[in-house]
């Protein structure tokens, strides 16, 4: 099986980091649910709704600033990386980023491929990154964790599964990867 991943929110829990720097920003005063939910829509999403479009350079200083051990991996990820033939990334996250987490984790010898921000293809739900993906590595299953990771792929015909959530489009639900092997592998 040939997995492409999304990043953030779907291999690692990175959401309450980004929280913290945008109630940073915000003051402490900030509800953090609030801004926990508006993240995971999306980044621009949050910060368009926070009206901090602006504050776009404190925000990246203080995003670079995240030590990699701030970025848990969610709990049975890596068995699922184990088990698969292929896993690719794609995120708007910058290579750089992505990198310095994998290679915390050592789990950068799980990945064949990535596309990213730096890459220049256009944002999701733009098929155009998948579509690489796809015709280089023949993607089994798309994971992500919002409904836009998982458009692009239902755009190309392949199967998508959606992490800690509910998605009308997704063809698998999980809310736990220790669910994989039973729900997704033996259906």
Partial sequence: MNILWDFDGTLFDTYPAY??????VLGEAADK????AKLKISYSHALDYYNISNKKD????????????????????????KFANKNVIMTHKHRAGVLAILKYYGWDQYFVDMVTIDDGYPRKPDPSAYLYLHTKHKIDLVIGDRDLDLVPAKKLGIPTCM????????????QDYSEFFTHIIHS
């Fill in 19 to 24: 929280t913290k720097i945008v109630s940073q």
């Fill in 33 to 36: 649910k609030e801004i926990y």
């Fill in 58 to 81: 404190e925000l990246n200083q203080l995003k670079n600033e995240i030590a990699p051990q701030e970025m848990i991996p969610f709990d049975h990820v890596e068995e699922i990386l």
């Fill in 163 to 174: 992490f800690q959530g509910q998605s009308d489009i997704a063809d698998y639900h999980l």
